[in-house]
């Protein structure tokens, strides 16, 4: 079972974006554009194992949606690492205050938002291969303790009915 991510973000590029890069990290991504609906998340569904929470989004800001997040009692010991495109060192201070378990700037980039998640979860499990994409070796001789089939040593001259 893949390890699932709620991402809260309004602007749909970077949504988009953060969710393609999650997935290709091996993550179950689930998302919400809004205060509004990640509300909603938050009552419905099974908590995930991290959320990424952008500050400044429609309807219930970043910070309100943190404080409903530690007030839950199913979700309050999930890690969430709060976006921002500000570097406003107030802003960072009360996030990290109210709950946050880190905070970023976007423009930071995607490499630092893959450390920060690798710093507050183990690493996905990634999906077994599909049974068309696994990769199965034909046993060797040497896999076989040294003993070579029949239809080999007939190959080679080492079976019966060969004379010397």
Not at 13 to 26: H, I, M, N, P
Request: proline content about 8%; hydrophobic content about 40%.
């Amino acid at each position: 079972m893949k390890t699932t991510v709620l991402v809260v973000e309004d602007e749909q590029d970077t949504a988009e974006l953060l969710k393609c890069v999650l997935e290709r990290e091996g993550f179950l991504v689930v998302s919400a554009k809004d205060g509004r609906q990640a509300t909603t998340l938050i009552e419905t569904i099974r908590p995930p194992s991290l959320i990424v929470l952008d500050m400044v989004i429609p309807y219930v800001s970043g910070f309100e949606l943190l404080r409903v997040i530690r007030r839950h009692p199913d979700w309050q010991t999930i890690p969430v690492i709060m976006l921002s495109a500000d570097h406003y060192e107030p802003d960072i201070q009360q996030a990290l205050r109210e709950g946050a378990t880190t905070y970023l700037v976007k423009q930071s980039g995607l490499h630092n938002l893959i450390q920060a998640i690798a710093q507050v979860l183990p690493p996905p499990v990634p999906a077994a291969p599909a049974l068309d994409q696994a990769v199965i070796k034909p046993a060797t001789p040497a896999a076989r303790n040294g003993r070579a089939s029949v239809r080999h040593r007939r190959r080679n001259g080492q079976g019966k009915g060969k004379a010397a």
